[in-house]
């Protein structure tokens, strides 16, 4: 009978049967699942709707729709190859050797990490490698051939995340035995996304100047939408970095919510006393960027360093997106057009440094459960108890692992720009650019037509001659001035 005890003592929904391994715990399987869900719906719909609202009117589709194509490339790619080549056989001490992951005898045993099957560690990893290069992609808005973008995605993936991925997440990667701390991808995923995208926008090349002196939100309210569909669901994003529901997963959840917090209303002020408004937008960018400087640490430092770290997010990028960026020529020059690097790439290092500088030795010893746990310790818990050399090996780790994936994403972020390059154009022609969506997709985010008036589109794409935009240019603003 249903609800019975079973010969082991346990009630019979408790039992181990042949769809529930004695190895698997239902409850870390029912919460990583959730926790990975929680992190796909920040891709679909948070970044969907709030790369749609939060650029200019003509580039809404577009931009929206660069994300739902990544994450739907990058799960085809993840399953083929990219999962075995971050988490697989070592082919090399920091990438894996490729193999699919698709047969149910290698995804129903248990998973390298927790007590849950392969599958639900190749969904949850799945969804941090998609939302990388859709972070990528804020940085690209307004001006990327979006075929370009069709094939940037999965050599990116293939070529660079893999690599990072494995080199610090891995057991077997070489930063991961040097004892880097990334709690759940300070450095794998934002710090990635922020080079990679700074670096990306240099070779694709700018959007039109006017584009680039007003690019005002088309849709404040959804982006709005979106912001707060990317701060819930980093509950997941670091909650599940545990691969337990553990105290641990508890305690990273509230540290994540407290340095964000903090870290917008930093920044809000800083707005107030330099511009004497408060800004909607500028609020988004404190939320991001203590959302990212969290994550390298969330469940290894403190509650009250999450304060200190919140502060420290909501200024330092604060002044490197307001001010310094007016001031350096590189980043004048580069069109970052939602500053990516400021709020991914410097948010980033800055939390895998102060996660260097504040991680605690038992929250280490709860989140990497091993012997040498104690080799996991920050530098102000080392200076506190005579363990200094050890504080300094592990700022020393967390340097190596900026080093490393800055050094990374340059590099590889150039050659598969340069490959592309080869067989499309990087960047949209100027006719292209003029018109947006409608040329591009033949959609546009906000018309209205009769229902007995079928709209007619102009299909313009990258296969015109650039000699012939100046005519289509004028035929569409006509037909869109009839409509």
Known sequence: MQGTPSLMGLPSNLSPDEASPGWMNKGDNAWQLTAATLVGLQ??????????????????????????????????????WGYRMSFGDKLVAFWGKPSV??????????????????????FFQFVFAAITPILIAGALLGRMNFIA??????????????????????????????????????????????????????????RLDKDRERFPPNNILMMLAGAGLLWMGWTGFNGGAPYTASTDASLAILNTHVCTATS???????????????????????????????????????????????????SVPWYTMTILHKKVKLLMHVDDTLYVF??????????????????????????????????????????QTGRTLAGLRQMGAQLAGVGFIVCLNIVMTSLVCLFIKLIVPLRLYEGVLQIGDDAIHGEEAYVLWDDEEKYEN????????ADEYPSVVSKTLSELQMV
């Open 43 to 80: 891709c679909v719909p948070g970044l969907v709707i709030l790369y749609g609202g939060m650029v200019k009117k003509k580039w809404a589709i577009n931009s929206a729709f660069m994300a739902l194509y990544a994450f739907a490339s990058v799960l085809i790619c993840w399953v083929g």
């Open 264 to 314: 917008l209303l930093t920044w809000l002020v800083l707005d107030i006393a330099v511009s004497g408004k408060p800004s909607v937008i500028g609020a988004v960018n404190g939320m991001i960027t203590g959302l990212v400087c969290i994550t390298p640490g969330a469940g290894v430092v403190q509650s009250w360093a999450a304060i200190l770290m919140g502060l420290i997010s909501g």
């Open 149 to 206: 973008w069709m094939l940037f995605v999965p050599l990116w993936h293939t070529f660079s995340y893999t690599i990072g991925a494995f080199s610090i997440w891995c057991p077997d990667g070489w930063l991961y035995k040097l004892g880097v701390i990334d709690f759940a991808g300070g450095f794998v995923i934002h710090l990635s996304s922020g080079v990679a995208g700074f670096t990306a926008a240099y070779w694709v090349g700018p």
């Open 458 to 465: 102009t299909q313009v794409n990258s296969a015109y001659d």
């Open 342 to 383: 400021h709020t991914h790439a410097l948010a980033g290092i800055s939390g895998g440094i102060l996660t260097g500088f504040f991680a605690v030795p038992k929250l280490c010893r709860l989140f990497y459960l091993v012997p040498e746990w104690e080799r996991y310790i920050g530098l102000a818990y080392g200076l």
């Open 101 to 122: 992951a698709l047969d149910e005898k290698y995804l129903l045993r248990q998973a390298f990490l927790g007590y849950f099957p392969t599958a639900t560690m190749v």
